[in-house]
């Protein structure tokens, strides 16, 4: 643990600090499988980082890393990851307990699967912001309202009591960035947040997060395939390739100069 006082007598530390960071999972053989390996890359306030890379690279793994979240046989293996400091590899689970959500909060490609069809959404953001210490109920049902205002949800004073299944899938990206908004977190981590949702729903979607990371300063880092958005988005691209960062730079540089093989080839895919 890092003493306090020493983060703020560095001012110039980036919000997030990931170095040399190596995930294993485990083989049916009992193996060691390398999913990341020596991948570093630092996140500043409310910037916006792009992670690209093709299908297995190791985008997943690294953003379930971070708060050590990973399934399975997942570990850690190598590396430290500085949230303002402090090494979330090497903290203790209530101090990860008081990160997720709160600092950094995730958004996944399936929004169904982090919904409980029988509670209403009113109820999905009354646990969040409850959890997040808003004690008074009338004030967490106000709140509710707000971030699904915040969100794009039409009438939401309305649509609070309906359940999951009444939103359409785009609705339902919606609800779950209310959710991750809820906790006011300093980074929103959204893994392929569009992916299941058709081509006009993925642009609202990616557009609302970019107007919310203008909005708020929440630093995003979008896992995503929609170079489009990344190049109109986000301040920054960091290229994976066989679990580690082959490219990291502006995004009109790896844009424009990209000096991997495997980017040049990305960018000759887009249309
Ligand atoms: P991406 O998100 O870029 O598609 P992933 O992070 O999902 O890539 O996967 C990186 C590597 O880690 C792959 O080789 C994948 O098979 C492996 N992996 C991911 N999740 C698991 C898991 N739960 N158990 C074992 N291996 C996994
Ligand atoms: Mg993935």
Not at 50 to 68: C, H, N, Y
Not at 116 to 134: C, F, K, Q, W, Y
Not at 219 to 243: E, F, K, P, Q
Request: glycine share 10%.
């Amino acid at each position: 643990m890092t003493a306090p006082d020493s983060a703020s007598s560095r001012p110039h530390r980036e919000l997030l600090e990931v170095r040399d960071l190596g995930v294993d999972f485990t083989g049916p053989d009992g193996t060691p499988l390398h999913a990341v390996r020596g991948l570093s890359f630092t996140l500043r306030r409310g910037e916006t980082l792009a992670v690209v890379g093709e299908s297995g690279s190791g985008k997943s793994t690294t953003a379930l890393a971070l708060t050590r979240m990973l399934p399975g046989t997942g570990r850690i293996a190598t590396g430290s990851v500085l949230l303002d400091g402090q090494d979330l590899a090497a903290a203790t689970d209530e101090e990860l307990r008081a990160v997720r959500g709160a600092r950094i909060g995730m958004i996944f490609q399936d929004p169904m699967t982090a919904l409980n069809p029988v509670l209403s959404i009113g109820r999905h953001l009354d646990e969040v912001l409850r959890a997040h210490g808003t004690r008074d109920r009338a004030a967490r049902r106000a709140r509710a309202v707000d971030l699904l205002d915040r969100v794009g949800i039409p009438e939401p004073h309305r649509r609070i009591d309906d359940h999951p299944h009444q939103f359409s899938g785009g609705q339902r990206q919606r609800i779950l960035i209310a959710m991750a908004l809820a906790g006011e977190p300093d980074i929103l981590l959204a893994d392929e947040p569009t992916t299941a949702l058709d081509a006009t729903v993925q642009e609202q979607i990616l557009t609302l997060l970019a107007d919310l990371n203008r909005e708020t300063g929440t630093a995003l880092v979008l896992i995503t395939h929609n170079m489009g958005v990344v190049a109109r988005s986000c301040d920054r691209v960091l290229v994976m390739y066989g679990g580690t960062v082959v490219e990291d730079g502006p995004t009109a540089e790896v844009l424009t100069r990209p000096r991997h093989p495997y980017t040049a080839g990305l960018l000759a895919a887009v249309p």
